[in-house]
Nanobody
């Protein structure tokens, strides 16, 4: 059974930092792992992903330069370091995997296995 478990969310002031962690179990062979967020009243938005065979990372324009994604293949774990957080980063952050190769890894509809999410709130 495939499971993705996120942790590390919380409440921070603007300009603060958080590091999210996603532990994957039940599957080791997948194309990419990503972070997808959903702000209140808005659609899901894939903000970052990293491929597994070669560690190529991708970021949406909204987070580029502020967020950094990494992974530890031995632990089957992915991380999202979020710096200089702004109120617009508020939302539920989901970890998810893409099982098959794709040229558009930031399309959230391509992610087939999802975690339950962790809440991130940025507010003064």
């Amino acid at each position: 059974q495939v499971q993705l478990v996120e942790s590390g969310g919380g409440s921070v002031q603007p300009g603060g930092s958080l590091k999210l962690t996603c532990v994957v179990s039940g599957i080791h062979d997948y194309y990419a792992i990503g972070w997808i967020r959903q702000a209140p009243g808005k659609e899901h938005e894939a903000v970052s992903c990293i491929t597994t065979k070669v560690d190529w990372d991708f970021y949406s324009d909204a987070v580029k330069g502020r967020f950094t994604m990494s992974r530890d293949s031995a632990k089957n774990t992915a991380y999202l370091q979020m710096n200089n957080l702004i109120p617009e980063d508020t939302g539920v952050y989901f970890c998810a995997i893409i099982e098959r190769p794709t040229a558009t890894p930031l399309r959230y509809s391509l992610y087939t296995k999802w975690g339950r999410g962790t809440q991130v709130t940025v507010s003064s």
